[in-house]
């Protein structure tokens, strides 16, 4: 049997870049389909990769708009595709995404929910297809999960956006691959609590002893390779950044 399938749909941070849409991760395994994040552009890329409707669960790590916005997208999709609208799809999210999705072009909260089935996420551990995710809440000013994906013995940590915690170490501890934002330039001036910078990311994966540091949200106008060589100078394992396409995991071709 296959393993999971870690596909980089969109790793820019903060607003799309010219490389890159905003944060959309998409995990396959035994056929399922789960995708991480919606944000800016990212559903067109998302195309790329897997058929329109064939998503089959979304997790929303929180509900800034470079990582949700385009479930407004995909509610029109859902909404007016010229073969009547579809059903409901699970929707693992923090609360009050119905009503953030409303406002992104919904006709109403009534219409939001008959194309999404919302399901509201809280600390601890849930079943999502053959996935088994572990859920803890991150250090940025808006409710913001982290995700710990396992399958088949593998597994993927993903830190959303965050400032320093020990919540991501926690469900970072002994992952295969940690996806780390490493949305600062390191420096003094960083607000506390809110991103981490590539040499914070790798002082979490260093402290989890994760096998592979992949960084990303890269926000546009920060020099990647300097972010890279921060990381570089903490994290001993292999160190890379994230791009739009990259696919990861036992299930990526290669590996
Ligand atoms: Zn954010």
New binding site residues.
């Given amino acids: 049997m296959a393993g999971m399938r870690v596909t980089v749909v969109g790793c820019s941070g903060s607003f799309p870049g010219p490389e890159s849409p905003s944060s959309c991760y998409l995990l396959e395994a035994e056929g399922f389909r789960l995708v991480i994040d919606l944000g800016n552009g990212s559903l067109g890329a998302l195309q790329r990769y897997a058929p329109l409707f064939g998503i089959d669960a979304i997790c929303i790590s929180?509900l800034?708009a470079?990582?949700c916005v385009d479930l407004g997208s995909y509610w029109v999709a859902r909404q007016y595709t010229s073969d009547g609208p579809r059903p409901p799809i699970p929707v693992h999210s923090p609360r009050g995404t119905a009503e953030r999705v409303t406002g992104f072009g919904g006709e109403d909260l009534a219409s939001v929910r008959a194309r999404f089935a919302f399901r509201d996420l809280a600390p601890g551990v849930l079943e999502i297809g053959p996935f088994l995710l572990t859920t803890d809440h991150m250090n940025?000013p808006?409710e913001?999960f982290g995700f710990r994906v396992e399958h088949a013995g593998w597994r993927l940590a993903y830190s959303a956006?965050t400032g320093e915690t020990d919540a991501l170490v926690r469900l970072a501890a002994g992952a295969d691959l940690l996806l780390c934002e490493a949305s600062f330039a390191d420096g003094p001036d960083n607000k506390p609590n809110l991103h981490l910078s590539g040499r914070q990311a790798a002082q979490h994966a260093e402290r989890a002893g994760v096998g592979r540091l992949v960084l990303t949200h890269l926000v546009p106008w920060n020099d990647r390779e300097r972010t890279l060589s921060e990381a570089s100078a903490v994290y001993r394992g292999p160190l890379s950044l994230a791009s739009s396409g990259l696919v990861l995991g036992p299930g990526a071709p290669g590996s």
């Fill in positions: 929180h800034h470079d990582h940025h808006v913001t956006d």
